[in-house]
């Protein structure tokens, strides 16, 4: 029995879930980066997609985030047909569930760790100055990023800079971390770090995962692996 087999009775509700979904751009010729995508993401998952260059793995994250739009079919999060949502209520939908962490930290230069972190508590409103600081530095701490909190992110390490965009991702306590290359420019121990980080996030904390990957070997440790070729599921949806 594999190890996604092995972890089926320990998964939860559904968290994300997909039919038909298709994203067309139109122009001089008519691309389409997805095609009829359907999959089930489930509390306490960890997901890896992969597949070649240029196979739509991105274009799918960004959808099954709320950050684009299917031409056709749905995204389903938590049981609310988020794609039916206008801008604002998808924006509040991102804040409040997902996380995102990208292949480029994209933390602001001028703010310090901590600041950094509390921006996503900031927009959402639902703590105090007081406890949005307090879960910051929480969630550096468990880190192992203390130490750093009050340094801007040019005082940081590669890895140090993508562990302070996880801890950003986790500050509205999101249901789902949508991860895009996550390891991309970091090195093997720090890529490592962030493997080992997110293991944790599902084994400890029931959150679901889902990781666009280049890297077979780390898709490998993942529950389970989406593969896409062309805009199309081809193993593991």
Known sequence: MDSVERRLPGLGRTLIETRSLTKTIDGEVETTLVRDIDITIRQGEFVAITGPSGSGKSSLLYLLGLLDLPSIGWVMI????????????????????LGFVFQFHFLLPEFS????????????????DREQRARAMDLLSSLGL?????KPPGKLSGG????????RALANDPLVVLADEPTGNLDTHASEQVLGIFRRLVDDTGRAIVMVTHDLN????????IRIVDGRIVDGG
């Open 146 to 150: 203390a130490d750093h909190a009050t």
């Open 113 to 128: 760790a901590l600041d950094n972190v509390m921006l996503p508590m900031r927009a959402l409103g639902r703590l105090s």
């Open 160 to 167: 140090q800079r993508q562990r302070v965009a996880i801890a």
């Open 218 to 225: 780390l898709a490998a440790r993942a529950d389970r692996n």
């Open 78 to 97: 938590d049981g609310q047909n988020a794609s039916s949502l206008d801008e604002a209520a998808r924006a509040r939908v991102r804040l409040s569930l």
